[in-house]
């Protein structure tokens, strides 16, 4: 079983740039498709990034061309590279397998407010 630990979120004003990392630990990472999600409060995740396990990526239409995904098998993490941020991308970020178990890590929550 694998479990994560997101990382990198805060505070940034519209238009700026922001990081998130997750960490995971347990076996058989590089033989995961994994996913960025975003929970806003009372709704439920919504899935803005996959990377497979080839390293192909797919992105949601809202953040086409502003997010990138990245991981490093060998140091068992996965990134999501936050540029042109908009209000609208405020929420709790987490990362998980595709498709997600029933459990979640703590997130790491983006707030883009000017």
């Known amino acids: 079983q694998v479990h994560f630990v997101e990382s990198g979120g805060g505070l940034v004003q519209p238009g700026g740039s922001l990081r998130v990392s997750c960490s995971a630990s347990?076996?058989?990472?590089?033989?995961?498709?994994m996913g960025w999600y975003r929970q806003v409060p009372g709704e439920k995740h919504d899935l803005v990034a996959i990377?497979?396990?080839?390293?192909?990526?797919t992105y949601a239409d809202p953040v086409k061309g502003r997010f990138t995904i990245s991981r490093d098998n060998a140091k068992n993490t996965v990134s999501l590279q936050m540029n042109d941020l908009k209000p609208e991308d405020t929420a709790v970020y987490y990362c998980?397998?595709?498709?997600?178990?029933?459990?979640w890590g703590q997130g790491t929550q983006v707030t883009v407010s000017s």
């Open positions: 347990g076996s058989g990472f590089s033989m995961y498709a």
């Open positions: 990377i497979g396990v080839d390293s192909y990526t």
């Open positions: 998980n397998l595709i498709p997600p178990p029933d459990s």
